[in-house]
């Protein structure tokens, strides 16, 4: 089993950055898939970025170019940084895992972009 623990939303002001953190309960590492889902009010829930174990990223066509996934080892991290942002980007966002053939979360992260 794998529990996740994210941090960093908040308040931002368009054009701003911020940076999300995920931190698991094994090594990232070990992990297939790593990365993060966002929902606004009203939408579906929609993947933004993720990661492989062996480093392959991807990421949703309305954030290229802005918004970039990391990872630490040795400190079993995933990390989102947000720049440029937008208020269409305003959502919950949700650390994801798959580990193992199983899919975890974390318990979501409120981002609010706003003037």
């Known amino acids: 089993q794998v529990q996740l623990v994210e941090s960093g939303g908040g308040l931002v002001q368009p054009g701003g950055s911020l940076r999300l953190s995920c931190a698991a309960s094994?090594?990232?590492?070990?992990?297939?898939?790593m990365g993060w889902y966002r929902q606004a009010p009203g939408k579906q829930r929609d993947l933004v970025a993720g990661?492989?174990?062996?480093?392959?990223?991807n990421y949703a066509d309305s954030v290229k170019g802005r918004f970039t996934i990391s990872r630490d080892n040795a400190k079993n991290t995933v990390y989102l940084q947000m720049n440029s942002l937008k208020p269409e980007d305003t959502a919950v966002y949700s650390c994801?895992?798959?580990?193992?053939?199983?899919?975890?979360w974390g318990q979501g992260t409120q981002v609010t972009v706003s003037s």
């Open positions: 094994t090594s990232v590492s070990s992990i297939s898939l």
């Open positions: 994801f895992a798959i580990y193992r053939g199983r899919k975890y």
């Open positions: 990661m492989s174990s062996g480093g392959s990223t």
